[in-house]
């Protein structure tokens, strides 16, 4: 009885051993991270006493109670990227595509990761997503249209490079990100591509032309070929049909053609009889005529020969000599004209010398000439300013005195003129006899009187500026009106 109570106590006493293990005993699975904490633990790569324990891919001891065991997956995971951006040139487009991330599995990145997703793990995908949108949206915004659609690589490139710094603050890292998709509300990639469109539509016209094209000419060939291969045919059966023909005629000509073969075989050999009695002629003739006038031609052409270089030789001869007689006639010639040129060209320099000292010469007696003579005109000049200074300063202080000095020398011309009334008088008549005749001759003699008074009542009529008045222009005539007054 005793041994049974004791052998159930000591069973009893091995299953709560057993449940104790199992409780403190906890193994990692390959796809997660134990976090451990509740005491103080150093773990290899991390800062000492950060306050808890990480365990991966092993078993480990946890006191219960004591330690806190937690689970952190390091299972993929991804999201999808729907962002709108706008583009260096302002164009709107929607971005769609898809990030796989992870838990790192380095002890930093599993702590970053504890520290931050531990309690919420369901929404690491979501803060992923806002990293990965807002770095999306600044890349987008330095890039054209036509880079995101031609090198999408280059966008994906930058975009993980420029979420790798946040990310691995979270502790996570990127498997994969992928670009599916770019919409474009404004059809702006539409129009792009309208131009290859119509290039692509454009080159398979042309192709289908050009084979349209090909095909029509290897069908005309074809029909080409066929129409020779006809003719040929047709033009082998008539050929094989003349040669019928022309067997039927032959056949029908046999009879004649032999007769006529007779007659010919006749004829040649006649004709060969001929020829060679003319070739006996013509040796015959070689012999007796042509070799004796050969040989009389042979001696007299070679006769006319020696004299022919003989009169050449001779004629040389003389050439030679006329050369040399011309060479010394042009050396003697040549050597007068030298001695010729230098007396040529010392007189010349001497004449040259000459004609400079008389040109001198002359150049300075025409110089001394002008500068007599310019002088002799200055002196006049002057001498002519002078009196008409003088003039000017007496007409100034006594003008009547001027004026009749000017009527006295100017006196035989004046009563010229005014006798000139009288000079086409053919017949005058007197009314008073002598008394008119001397009244006549005292007008006549008095114009000189009457030509002073006039010039005193100008002198007398001169403004203070010494111009005369306008009515006084008349007596510019004075010796024309004096007559006709007379008259």
């Known amino acids: 009885m005793v041994v049974g109570v004791v052998a159930g106590a000591a069973v009893a006493a091995v299953l709560v051993l057993i449940g104790l293990f199992k409780l403190m005993w906890r193994v990692a699975e390959p796809n ?16 000492e006493g950060m306050g808890f324990r990480i365990v991966t891919g092993r078993d480990t001891l946890v006191l219960p109670g004591v330690q806190a065991v937690r689970k952190l997956s390091l299972d993929l995971n991804e999201t999808e990227l729907q962002v709108d951006c706008v583009t260096h040139q302002g164009i709107p487009l929607k971005v769609r595509g898809v990030v796989i991330f992870k838990v790192g599995d380095d002890f930093v990145s599993i702590a970053n990761a504890a520290r931050r997703f531990l309690d919420q793990q369901k929404l690491m995908s979501e803060r992923v997503h806002n990293v990965f949108a807002g770095h999306l949206r600044s890349i987008v915004g330095g890039l054209t249209v036509e880079d995101m659609i031609r090198d999408r690589e280059k966008l994906t490139g930058q975009t993980r490079a420029a979420c790798g710094t946040e990310m691995e603050k979270l502790g996570l890292i990127v498997d994969s990100l992928q670009i599916h998709e770019i919409e474009d509300p404004t059809g702006y990639i539409q129009n792009l591509a309208m131009p290859h469109a119509a290039a692509v539509q454009r080159d398979a016209r042309i192709a289908q032309a050009e084979a349209n094209r090909l095909a029509t000419e290897a ?4 029909f080409a070929r066929m129409a020779e291969a ?54 015959q003739l070689q012999a007796d005529v042509r070799k004796p006038a050969d040989a009389a031609a042979y001696e007299k052409r070679t006769l006319a ?10 004629a040389e001869a003389r050439a030679k000599e006329t050369e040399l007689a011309a060479a010394a006639e042009a050396t003697r010639v040549k050597t007068a004209a030298g001695a010729e040129a230098e007396a040529t060209t010392a007189r ?72 000139s009334a009288f000079g086409n008088v053919d017949n005058m008549v007197l009314l008073n006899g002598a008394d008119g005749m001397a009244e ?27 111009q005369p008045p306008k009515e006084t222009s008349a007596v510019n005539g004075l010796a024309q009106k004096v007559p006709m007054d007379d008259k």
């Not at 020969?305 to 001779?314: F, H, W």
Request: proline letters at 1%; glycine letters at 8%; aromatic letters at 2%.
């Open 32 to 47: 997660e991270a134990l976090i451990i904490s509740g005491s103080k633990h150093r773990t290899e790569g991390l800062e």
């Open 219 to 222: 069908e005309q060939q074809s």
């Open 230 to 283: 006809t003719r040929d045919s047709e033009i082998l059966q008539a050929g094989y049909q003349a040669e019928r023909d022309k067997a039927a005629a032959k056949a029908r000509q046999a009879g004649p053609l032999a007769e006529a073969g007779a007659r010919q075989e006749v004829v040649v050999q006649e004709t060969r009889v001929a020829e060679l009695e003319a070739h006996r002629r013509e040796q």
């Open 305 to 314: 020969e020696a004299d022919r270089d003989a009169r050449i030789s001779a």
């Open 348 to 419: 010349g320099t001497a004449a040259a010398q000459a004609t400079r000292a008389t040109g001198e010469a002359e150049a300075a007696a025409a110089q001394a000439r002008g500068l007599a003579e310019a002088e002799a005109a200055r002196a006049k000049g002057l001498a002519a300013a002078e009196a008409i200074k003088a003039r000017a300063a007496a007409l100034a202080e006594n003008q009547e005195a001027v004026v009749a000095q000017q009527l006295a020398e100017n006196w035989p011309e004046i009563v010229k003129a005014g006798a």
């Open 440 to 466: 006549m001759f005292t007008k006549a003699l008095t114009m000189g009187g009457t030509g002073l008074g006039l010039a005193r009542q100008l002198l007398a009529s001169m403004d203070r500026n010494g």
